[in-house]
């Protein structure tokens, strides 16, 4: 190898290091928001979405919003969900494990509403202050028209 090459090589190498030094861990989006976000239909309508996949805020399960340890109490009745699954000898995926939870009528928050209505508002199933505006009985009814948890289900995979 020619000495141009090795130091060509040399400064390639260093600016992949130091690009990747520069880049945040927290813009590296976790599989599970990746996941979560379509089967809540947190991307239809968001034109967002096609550009920034961040439109899911880390808020959803965690108590930072850049994500990691604390978990706020949606996060946690996540958690307990695959606990309790795999100690009745069943392991889910993330998707099935959302499912799971939302479908058992919890309210993680103690704000009055349930997770899967908050999740229908748009709101954060694990922030006792951000909830819906409507009422508990019309959201309730505009959920359940609109398909209730079903709507939430493990998206099917496309070939």
């Given amino acids: 190898m ?3 090459l090795r130091v060509a090589a040399g400064v390639l190498g260093a600016l992949v290091l130091a690009a990747s030094a520069l880049v945040s861990p927290a813009l590296a989006l976790p599989k599970y928001r990746i996941q979560a976000a379509p089967q809540l239909h947190l991307t239809e309508g968001n034109d967002l979405w096609q550009l920034d996949r961040r439109v899911m805020p880390c808020t959803y399960c965690h108590v930072k919003d850049t994500g990691g340890a604390p978990w706020n109490p949606f996060g946690q009745a996540l958690q307990r969900t695959f606990a309790q699954e795999a100690e009745a000898g069943r392991h889910l995926t993330f998707p099935q494990a959302l499912h799971t939870l939302l479908t058992a009528g919890t309210d993680a928050d103690g704000d ?14 694990g922030d006792p202050e951000n909830k819906p505006d409507t009422p508990v009985e019309d959201l309730t009814a505009a959920f359940e028209k609109a398909g209730g948890a079903a709507q939430y289900a493990p998206l099917k995979k496309t070939k």
């Fill in 112 to 125: 009055g509403y349930p997770d899967a209505l908050e999740v229908f508002a748009k709101t954060l199933p």
């Fill in 2 to 4: 020619t000495l141009r």
